[in-house]
Structure formats: C-alpha cells, structure tokens
C-alpha cells in the first residue's frame, strides 16, 4: 500500500535533487559568461571573428535545449516522488509476478523505456536540428533508427543478464550479496575492455584495418621503439554519425589495438596523428589505465558495501511512497542511488582531477618520445577548432565536469617543459 503524506527521507531526496539542479544551473551560467572573455594569445588563430561566433551560438544552442531538458526531468522526478509514481508502478508489477527478479527487470525496463521516451525529443533534436545546424551530424534517420534497435537488443540482453544476477544474488547471499556483485561487475568491466572493439563496435560501426604506406609505417615505427604491443591498427567509419574526431586504442595485457576515427586521419598530418596516438600510448606506458580501472573497481566495491548496509532498511522504499516492513529491492536501489548522488558528485570531481593529471602526463610523454610538441600542439588547436571548443571555459566548470584539461593549460604545459 501508499504510505500516508511525505516522509523526512523523501524531502532529503529531494532537496538532493533540488541542490544538484542549482549547482548545475550556476555552473552552466558561470560557463556561458566565458565565452565575452578574450581569447588568449597562446590560442589566437584558432577562430577567426565570425567562427568564434559560430562556436558561440553553437554553444549558446546545446545549453538550451540542456537546460530544457535538465528542467522537464528535474521536474518530472520530483513529481513522480511527491506523488509516489515509483510506487504505483511497483504495485502494479507486483500484480504480473511474485518474482522478485522479474519484479526488478519489468520494473527497470518499464522505466528505461520511459526515460528514453522522455528524452527522445530532446534527443532528435539535438541531433538533426542543432548538430545538423552546425555541421556536425552526419547521420541518417536509417542509422539513427538502427543504432535505437541496436542499442534496445543489446542493452536488454546485457542489462537484463547483469540485474538478474544482481538481484539473484541479493535473494541467495544475504550481506554477502554486495561480495557476489562486486566480482560479477569487475569480471563484466574487465571482458568489456578487453572484447569492446572486437564485439561491440563491429555492431555499430565498420572497421577496417590501415591501408599500408607512409601512416601506418610511422605509427608501427613509433609502437615499436617505445617497445608498445601494437597488434592491429583500425580505422572506423565515424564520418557516417559526426565530423567531429577521435582516437583510442583497447585491449588488456599484450595485445593493443589501435582505432583511428576517418575524420581523424582526414583533417591531421601524419606527424600530428602520430603524436595524437603517441598521447594515448602514454596513457598505457604511465598506467594510467589499470590505476584507473583498479580505483573504478574499488569505488564500486565501497559503493555495493555501502548499498548492502542500507538497502534492507524499508525507510527507503518507504521514501518513494510504498508502505511495507519489508524492502523492495529495486525501490531500496532508486532510492539509495538518489540518496548517494551527492557523493557520487564529490568522487567525481577527484576523478576529473586524477583524469586531468593523466592527460598532462601523456601529452609530456608524447613529446619526450616524439622528440617535439608542436605536433601534439597543433592537433590540439584543430581538434578543438573543428568541434567548436571553449576556449576559455570557467575555471569551476573545469573543476566539476572536465576530464581533460582545457587546451591553454595543455598547451602552456607543452611549451613549458624543457
């Protein structure tokens, strides 16, 4: 049945939503004052006058709709919890099926299907109107409609696999239950990053490898001096979704793969590729990826811990407006996940700032193995040419959301060092 008003830890939640809606709001705010700074010296000649103001609107475009869509589903999750619509939904699925795992996959699919229903406006719009606007999107509403299906198919398969173990072993193991997750989730995280590029991506994108020749032979050259095991070298077809660039490399132990994006190679020189991909090298040589999965890994072992603590207290299902001595899993896990997002926002910001710290440390390995910076220098200016960058973001903003440093600092780091 409905609990009766609204509890204390109902208005702790919300207020938690309330608080993280303000802080955002001020940052975004801050953020888009930025763009009346002058563009420092170290940067001129990234944008003429009449870019700059493209980049501009661009931005001012994006903060809108974000800003619409941050509203609407502010608005509507608090809505749903001062009227117990968590509730009236579990008490409904509770009807279909006496399953506690059952519960929990039609509970969470009925309201990923909500939710993307919520944001597939804002979503479209984005996309074709804003991103079309600007010359970014190059995606098709077949390929838009395919990635949906796609996405829909995998994310049912694999969602549903990982929350009936879950909850499976929540049902089986008691306090342990927290134990069982934390080896399911490290083992899932683990085979992702290994398979990612050989499973996943062939699914969405072509991949191909690297035509031989003058690329290729200076990449394998550079792999095989800082002694980097370069298996394959890829190249995806990004051009079919955005103009914009990327690069990555995947795999776990002594097999690399190296993905270079089409619009990458299309826009860059040879050196600037190089040094692009000697970057992420870095990250390999200096550790930074197994340091971040390790605290990625502990992180969520803390976080299950903790949830293991509280999610048998029916104070939380009570929250969301269901009355009952006993907890209801996927209740407890909504309810504890709002509770947490306030420390999830503080871990955050110290993994935005150990990511930050990387990047540096990369881009400085790239230039002691290249031999110079500019190369990295001069992608960076046209990586954040081409995809309309802010070239003077808040410092605030920086400290909350970014994971790479904003490009003056990169640069100023590059330069600098001797």
């Given amino acids: 049945m409905l609990t009766q008003g609204i509890s204390i830890l109902t208005i702790v939640i919300i207020a938690?939503?309330?608080?993280?809606?303000?802080?955002?709001?001020?940052?975004?705010?801050?953020?888009?004052?930025?763009?009346?700074?002058?563009?420092?010296?170290?940067?001129?000649?990234?944008?003429?006058?009449?870019?700059?103001?493209?980049?501009?609107?661009?931005?001012?475009?994006?903060?809108?709709?974000?800003?619409?869509?941050?509203?609407?589903?502010?608005?509507?999750?608090?809505?749903?919890?001062?009227?117990?619509?968590?509730?009236?939904?579990?008490?409904?699925?509770?009807?279909?099926?006496?399953?506690?795992?059952?519960?929990?996959?039609?509970?969470?699919?009925?309201?990923?299907?909500?939710?993307?229903?919520?944001?597939?406006?804002?979503?479209?719009?984005?996309?074709?109107?804003?991103?079309?606007?600007?010359?970014?999107?190059?995606?098709?509403?077949?390929?838009?409609?395919?990635?949906?299906?796609?996405?829909?198919?995998?994310?049912?398969?694999i969602g549903g696999i990982l929350l009936s173990l879950f909850v499976w072993f929540y049902t089986i193991a008691g306090k342990l239950f927290w134990l069982y997750a934390w080896i399911l989730f490290t083992a899932f995280t683990l085979f992702f990053t290994m398979f990612y590029t050989t499973l996943i991506v062939p699914i969405f994108n072509k991949l191909e490898p690297l035509e031989a020749g003058s690329l290729r032979d200076k990449i394998e050259?550079?792999?095989?001096?800082?002694?980097?095991?370069?298996?394959?070298?890829?190249?995806?077809?990004?051009?079919?979704?955005?103009?914009?660039?990327?690069?990555?490399?995947?795999?776990?132990?002594?097999?690399?793969?190296?993905?270079?994006?089409?619009?990458?190679?299309?826009?860059?020189?040879?050196?600037?590729?190089?040094?692009?991909?000697?970057?992420?090298?870095?990250?390999?040589?200096?550790?930074?990826?197994?340091?971040?999965?390790?605290?990625?890994?502990?992180?969520?072992?803390i976080l299950l811990y903790i949830l293991q603590i509280f999610i048998n207290k029916p104070e939380l299902s009570q929250a969301l407006g269901f009355q009952s001595d006993v907890p209801v899993f996927h209740l407890g896990l909504i309810a504890f996940s709002l509770l947490y997002s306030p420390i999830s926002t503080i871990t955050g910001i110290f993994m935005n700032m150990f990511s930050r710290k990387n990047e540096f440390e990369a881009d400085s390995y790239a230039k002691e193995n290249v031999g110079t910076g500019t190369y990295l220098i001069s992608a960076l200016k046209k990586l954040s040419s081409s995809s309309l960058s802010n070239l003077n973001p808040n410092k605030w903003y920086v400290f909350f959301h970014y994971s790479h440093p904003p490009l003056l600092e990169r640069i100023q780091n590059l330069m600098n060092q001797k």
Avoid: C
């Fill in 221 to 301: 050259a550079f792999a095989k001096n800082v002694n980097f095991p370069l298996t394959n070298i890829f190249v995806i077809d990004g051009s079919k979704r955005s103009s914009k660039a990327n690069a990555y490399f995947s795999g776990i132990g002594s097999k690399k793969t190296i993905v270079l994006f089409d619009t990458l190679i299309k826009d860059h020189t040879e050196e600037e590729l190089v040094s692009v991909l000697a970057h992420e090298v870095g990250h390999y040589k200096l550790k930074h990826i197994q340091k971040g999965m390790i605290i990625g890994i502990l992180q969520m072992g």
């Fill in 16 to 157: 938690f939503i309330l608080f993280d809606f303000i802080l955002e709001y001020i940052l975004d705010t801050w953020n888009a004052k930025s763009w009346d700074l002058p563009i420092p010296l170290e940067l001129s000649g990234i944008y003429d006058e009449e870019k700059y103001e493209k980049a501009r609107k661009y931005h001012q475009a994006k903060e809108r709709l974000s800003n619409i869509a941050t509203i609407f589903s502010t608005l509507l999750t608090i809505v749903f919890l001062w009227f117990k619509g968590f509730a009236l939904v579990h008490l409904y699925v509770s009807t279909l099926t006496d399953s506690v795992i059952l519960q929990a996959l039609i509970f969470f699919a009925a309201f990923a299907v909500l939710s993307d229903i919520i944001g597939l406006p804002f979503e479209i719009y984005g996309i074709f109107k804003i991103e079309e606007q600007f010359g970014f999107n190059k995606m098709t509403w077949k390929t838009y409609l395919s990635d949906k299906i796609k996405g829909y198919i995998l994310g049912a398969i």
